[in-house]
């Protein structure tokens, strides 16, 4: 989706923390209080307005990364203002970005609770829609570190844990919520959210990259993986593969695509090649998941995007997102 989770810079040890819940973007004040849009009892609609816009890009990135769907992050985000809307007074509201992480992160755990019924019948791999942009137009080599808080790579763990534990840990270790906070969104008590968050935690680390590439380095391997695959180079792919990569494919059932795992360096190597071999295809560069992945346009229109995960400079696994339902929005740009 382009654009369609805007950045809002994630640091930190492991996958990183938003930073807590200060906006000081809305200065409301609950009776009593002085100096808010609340402080005759009332409050100024306009101004609501704007902090809550000021908060979106962080709120959808909650969202999205619960749910793994930025369409489903849309509603969730739509609905918390709807919920702040129909507030008596909206004023009362202390802290707007912790109100708004809670209702947020309250629907996106809903969300994702009806979404996990839906997987179970899924034709094939379900993977996370993926957030497409244009490569970026400055030289990526200057960021230090690639974001892991979207990454496709946190996203497939994710999808192993439990709709609690994933809340619980995302809330906690990368928004930076209190367990008390969290708790009051999963409906557990802050010792069990703990114990929720500790178990996603160690599942997480198992399965992060050790040694994630820089940028720079993500890019240029993107690019050799790119002219390997159209030149038909087995021996090159076979030697940027790890020999324990897997390769994961999602159609949905709309279009081709494998429906089981493929393991293997070897082997995930000759399906690629299998795959784009018949027609040429029009393969572009692009930006997924705040890495840099790749577009293919096939002659017929059907498009695809590859997702890269690298760990001590050896592609992991291959992630192939063909569902046309989730990628929708590609098809005004590419």
Request: aromatic share 4%.
């Given at each position: 989706?382009?654009?369609g989770?805007?950045?809002?810079?994630?640091?930190?040890t492991?996958?990183?923390?938003?930073?807590?819940?200060?906006?000081?973007?809305w200065?409301?004040?609950g009776?009593?209080?002085?100096?808010?849009?609340?402080?005759?009892?009332?409050?100024d609609?306009?101004?609501?307005?704007?902090?809550?816009?000021?908060?979106?890009?962080?709120?959808?990135?909650?969202?999205y990364?619960?749910?793994?769907?930025?369409?489903?992050?849309?509603?969730?985000?739509q609905?918390?203002?709807l919920?702040?809307?129909?507030?008596?007074?909206?004023?009362?509201?202390?802290d707007l970005?912790?109100?708004?992480?809670?209702?947020?992160g309250?629907?996106a755990?809903?969300?994702?609770?009806?979404?996990?019924?839906?997987?179970?019948?899924?034709?094939?791999?379900?993977?996370p829609?993926?957030?497409v942009?244009p490569?970026?137009?400055?030289?990526?080599?200057?960021?230090?570190?690639?974001?892991?808080?979207v990454?496709?790579?946190?996203?497939?763990?994710l999808?192993?844990?439990?709709?609690?534990?994933?809340?619980a840990?995302?809330?906690?270790?990368?928004?930076?919520?209190?367990?008390g906070?969290?708790?009051?969104?999963?409906?557990?008590?802050p010792?069990?959210?703990r114990?929720?968050a500790?178990?996603?935690?160690?599942e997480?680390?198992?399965?992060?990259?050790?040694f994630?590439?820089?940028?720079?380095?993500?890019r240029?391997?993107v690019?050799?993986?790119?002219?390997?695959?159209?030149g038909g180079d087995?021996?090159?792919?076979?030697?940027?593969?790890?020999?324990?990569?897997?390769?994961?494919?999602?159609g949905?059932?709309?279009?081709?695509a494998?429906?089981?795992?493929?393991?293997?360096?070897e082997?995930i190597?000759?399906l690629?090649?299998?795959?784009s071999?018949?027609?040429?295809?029009?393969?572009?560069?692009?930006?997924?998941?705040?890495?840099?992945?790749?577009?293919l346009?096939?002659?017929?229109g059907?498009?695809?995007?590859?997702?890269?995960t690298?760990?001590?400079?050896?592609?992991?696994a291959?992630?192939?997102m063909?569902?046309?339902d989730?990628?929708?929005t590609l098809?005004?740009?590419?």
């Amino acid at each position: 989706m382009t654009g369609g989770i805007p950045g809002e810079e994630v640091g930190g040890t492991g996958v990183g923390k938003a930073g807590g819940h200060e906006s000081g973007r809305w200065t409301g004040s609950g009776p009593g209080g002085s100096g808010g849009p609340g402080a005759s009892g009332g409050f100024d609609e306009d101004e609501l307005a704007r902090a809550f816009e000021a908060e979106r890009p962080y709120l959808l990135k909650v969202a999205y990364v619960t749910t793994g769907s930025a369409s489903e992050a849309e509603d969730c985000v739509q609905e918390a203002w709807l919920r702040l809307r129909r507030l008596d007074d909206p004023a009362e509201v202390r802290d707007l970005r912790a109100w708004l992480t809670t209702a947020v992160g309250r629907l996106a755990l809903d969300a994702l609770r009806s979404a996990r019924a839906r997987r179970e019948r899924y034709v094939g791999t379900w993977l996370p829609e993926p957030l497409v942009e244009p490569a970026a137009a400055t030289d990526p080599a200057e960021r230090v570190t690639l974001d892991e808080s979207v990454s496709m790579a946190l996203l497939v763990v994710l999808e192993s844990l439990s709709p609690a534990q994933r809340t619980a840990f995302l809330l906690h270790d990368v928004f930076g919520m209190s367990f008390g906070e969290v708790a009051e969104v999963v409906g557990r008590t802050p010792s069990a959210v703990r114990q929720l968050a500790s178990r996603a935690r160690r599942e997480v680390e198992d399965a992060r990259p050790r040694f994630p590439p820089t940028a720079d380095e993500q890019r240029r391997l993107v690019a050799a993986f790119a002219d390997a695959c159209q030149g038909g180079d087995l021996a090159a792919l076979v030697a940027m593969l790890d020999p324990d990569a897997v390769c994961r494919g999602d159609g949905g059932g709309k279009v081709s695509a494998q429906r089981v795992v493929v393991r293997g360096g070897e082997r995930i190597a000759r399906l690629l090649l299998a795959y784009s071999a018949p027609a040429p295809m029009d393969i572009r560069m692009v930006t997924v998941n705040g890495t840099a992945g790749l577009v293919l346009r096939e002659p017929d229109g059907t498009l695809s995007v590859i997702a890269l995960t690298v760990d001590r400079q050896r592609i992991t696994a291959v992630d192939v997102m063909r569902n046309p339902d989730k990628l929708t929005t590609l098809r005004g740009w590419i």
